[in-house]
């Protein structure tokens, strides 16, 4: 794992460079309790414990995620601040109204849930970076970007992704060099959209078999049909805003 030492190195630098190129005093970061958010914070608190800052935002969660995110912070000895955003996330449901917040369908209603929770998060995310001249730092990994396993303009809004270059085993890898709470790398990954979900559940496929097929290694035909449905179905995750030719003026 040397190879990942250094590269936490290479971190520290490429994080220091993007505050200086963005003229930002501070990282503010979403913390949920999981492995890739406390990688961030194990991370940042090595060079920028004095510049960051965790936010935990619950919506409809389950408490032991806010205890899992308190420990995460509490361990790294950086500060975070708490917005609950349950009631938040009831009123909009409520003022969009039912004809236009679900569709009858439990599981995409659950999805859709979800992903107004990620949004939501993502907005308070950058109300207090705007505030702070902070940099909003996301979590997402290899395989959550590669499959699209975020939520656009959620999780996946954000102004830097450290984490991208690396598939799921190099995370856990990275959460024992930073000296992650065995608690957190324990745990079941999960997106914290709703109770019990897990991210292995609802994309039908390991992350074992994700981070071969990332390193190029064979995978089952079973598995790699579950990889590329969520790769194919996600492009747009991944890319800007579609526009038209310019007019012929």
């Known amino acids: 794992m040397q190879y990942l030492e250094n590269y936490i190195i290479e971190l520290e630098h490429w994080l220091e460079a993007e505050?200086?190129?963005?003229?930002?005093?501070?990282?503010?970061?979403?913390?949920?309790?999981?492995?890739?958010?406390?990688?961030?914070?194990?991370?940042?608190?090595r060079r920028f414990s004095e510049r960051a800052l965790g936010v935990m935002m619950p919506s409809h969660s389950h408490p032991d995620d806010l205890n899992d995110a308190k420990l995460v912070m509490e361990s790294a000895g950086l500060p975070y601040h708490i917005v609950d955003l349950t009631e938040t996330h009831?009123?909009?449901?409520?003022?969009?109204?039912?004809?236009?917040n679900h569709t009858g369908d439990i599981a995409k209603d659950r999805v859709i849930s979800g992903n107004s929770?990620?949004?939501?998060?993502?907005?308070?995310?950058?109300?207090?970076?705007?505030?702070?001249?902070?940099?909003?730092?996301?979590?997402?990994?290899?395989?959550?970007?590669?499959?699209?396993?975020?939520?656009?303009?959620?999780?996946?809004?954000?102004?830097?992704?450290?984490?991208?270059?690396?598939?799921?085993?190099?995370?856990?890898?990275?959460?024992?060099?930073?000296?992650?709470?065995?608690?957190?790398?324990?745990?079941?990954?999960?997106?914290g959209l709703w109770e019990a979900q897990t991210d292995e559940d609802e994309m039908g496929v390991t992350y074992?078999?994700?981070?071969?097929?990332?390193?190029?290694?064979?995978?089952?035909?079973?598995?790699?049909?579950?990889?590329?449905?969520?790769?194919?179905?996600?492009?747009?995750?991944?890319a800007m805003p579609r526009t038209p030719q310019k007019p012929q003026r």
């Open 90 to 100: 009831n009123q909009l449901m409520h003022a969009v109204g039912e004809r236009y």
């Open 208 to 238: 074992h078999a994700l981070n071969r097929h990332l390193r190029g290694e064979a995978v089952t035909e079973a598995e790699l049909e579950r990889i590329n449905y969520w790769h194919e179905r996600s492009h747009h995750k991944r």
């Open 117 to 191: 929770s990620a949004r939501l998060r993502m907005t308070t995310l950058y109300l207090i970076a705007q505030t702070q001249n902070g940099v909003v730092v996301g979590t997402d990994n290899a395989v959550e970007w590669y499959t699209g396993y975020f939520t656009k303009f959620g999780d996946g809004g954000v102004d830097i992704a450290p984490l991208i270059h690396l598939d799921k085993e190099e995370i856990f890898q990275l959460a024992e060099i930073l000296g992650v709470p065995q608690k957190i790398i324990d745990k079941k990954p999960s997106a």
């Open 19 to 45: 505050l200086q190129y963005r003229q930002a005093d501070n990282f503010i970061f979403g913390v949920s309790g999981g492995v890739d958010s406390a990688v961030i914070a194990f991370l940042l608190r």
